[in-house]
């Protein structure tokens, strides 16, 4: 909401129009940490309120009769453009409008849109691209409901699937699109890097080259969508690596704090519109309360991130080598290597979320997770508090044992994510648990 349109200009509907947005003093272009204080809000509109409030209501009022119009022209494509303004809380928002616009900030995105949860946001994006027949490509693993939705949901429609390993090169990932499209249309090559629970990382580069051999600049070129959860927006930006689209849990690293469930795609504006449309139809927009806490996270979201990657580096430092641990699956300690290599180009950061194999099995993980002090027993990651499980035994217990093993999902594995804690008290927690084993 930061252009003016030209509805706004004169005056013929109630878009909001703020001040011209500061993105820029001299030639010295403002980075996101700065911008996500006042970006696409203008306290002139809303009583000099320093920061946006709520906005509670399910609709917007109309100045005039020719101004409803004019709107619905828009969303009916009557009048080139599409809708502008804001008209009814199913489709937008002001503190919806202005995380999107914050959020797309941090990636450079054309267009960002915000969902109820992460899955919300996926299923959206899946409903916007896909017809039956369709074969969509995507890396393995990916997070267990995204696999989910595509196996069992959109089969049950006439949706196929082929994947290939998520480490996979060029060749190989060509040769799986070359399948694909001698079964059906392929509408989306969807990735997810680093994969979840291998952290494997995908290389989003080597995918937009395949996607270009093989579909050339054909009208059938499929869009690339990446899930950048786990690394994102700080550590990983795949639309300068080729993706057209990025998809988020804002639950995890965005939001930060453990406390809301949310979702956010960004992307180029062409393939936008179209999750735009959907979103409008299914209501899956993320509601006003949870985007003001979403606003709140990412005004702290590089100081947050910052520290809790500084905390993991020291603590997988700190549990390499200790005599009770048999490796530890930190990006970090990538070294020479093709997934180094991918690392190297694709990653500012490695993170803070890893696997730890504990020497032994469920007994001595289930021992070390009953020991912690500080680090909390609980799934999900990227709050402020460091949390750890077991993922064999909770989040991917369905998951049959071939598959477990292939993932190197095995009964002495614990998931770790860390917070922003003190470093040193961390590893005085997972000292003694270890020692409790
Ligand atoms: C948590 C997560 C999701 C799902 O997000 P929700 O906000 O829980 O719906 C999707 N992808 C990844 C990688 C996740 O970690």
Redesign the pocket.
């Known amino acids: 909401m930061t252009e003016p349109t030209e509805a706004d200009l004169t005056g013929t509907t109630p878009r909001r129009n703020p001040k011209p947005a500061v993105e820029t003093i001299g030639n010295r272009r403002l980075k996101p940490s700065t911008l996500m204080m006042g970006h696409g809000f203008d306290p002139a509109l809303s009583e000099g309120s320093l920061k946006p409030p709520v906005f509670l209501t399910s609709t917007f009022v109309f100045p005039n009769a020719a101004a409803g119009k004019r709107h619905f022209e828009g969303v009916t494509g009557k009048r080139p453009g599409g809708a502008e303004g804001l008209v009814y809380s199913r489709f937008n928002g002001p503190n919806q409008e202005i995380l999107e616009d914050r959020l797309g900030v941090w990636e450079d995105a054309e267009d960002a849109l915000t969902f109820s949860?992460?899955?919300?946001?996926?299923g959206t994006l899946f409903l916007a691209f896909v017809q039956p027949g369709d074969v969509i490509v995507h890396s393995g693993p990916?997070?267990a409901?995204?696999e989910t939705m595509i196996a069992r949901l959109l089969g049950k429609f006439g949706v196929e699937w082929l994947d290939f390993p998520a480490g996979a090169t060029q060749n190989e990932i060509e040769a799986v699109l070359e399948q694909a499209r001698a079964k059906g249309r392929v509408p989306l090559i969807y990735l997810?890097s680093p994969a979840?629970p291998t952290n494997v990382l995908v290389d989003v580069e080597a995918v937009a080259a395949a996607r270009d051999a093989v579909f050339g600049d054909a009208e059938e070129q499929p869009p690339i969508a990446i899930?950048n959860?786990?690394l994102g927006p700080l550590w990983q930006q795949p639309l300068k690596h080729g993706a057209d689209l990025v998809?988020?849990?804002?639950?995890?690293y965005a939001g930060g704090h453990s406390d809301l469930?949310?979702?956010g795609v960004l992307g180029s504006r062409k393939h936008m519109d179209m999750v735009r449309a959907i979103r409008n139809t299914l209501g899956t927009i993320l509601d006003p309360n949870t985007a003001w806490m979403l606003l709140r996270s990412l005004e702290t979201l590089e100081l947050r991130m910052t520290r809790a990657g500084e905390n993991a580096a020291k603590v997988c430092e700190w549990l390499r080598d200790h005599p009770k641990v048999e490796r530890i699956g930190y990006l970090g300690f990538l070294k020479d290597d093709r997934q180094a290599d991918i690392y190297a180009r694709h990653c500012t950061g490695a993170g803070s979320t890893f696997s730890l194999y504990l020497k032994g099995g469920e007994r001595e993980a289930f021992a070390f997770l009953d020991a912690l002090k500080i680090a909390k027993l609980a799934v999900?990651?990227?709050g402020t508090e460091t949390l750890a499980s077991a993922p064999a035994a909770m989040t991917h217990l369905s998951v049959p044992d071939a598959r477990k093993a292939a993932l190197g999902i095995t009964d002495n594995l614990v998931r770790i994510s860390i917070g922003v804690e003190d470093a040193d008290d961390l590893i005085a927690d997972f000292e003694q648990a270890l020692g409790a084993i």
Do not use: R, W
Request: proline share 0%; glycine share 12%; no cysteine.
């Open positions: 949860s992460g899955m919300s946001a996926i990916l997070y409901a995204t997810e979840n899930d959860t786990f998809v988020y849990s804002l639950t995890k469930v949310a979702g999900s990651l990227g």
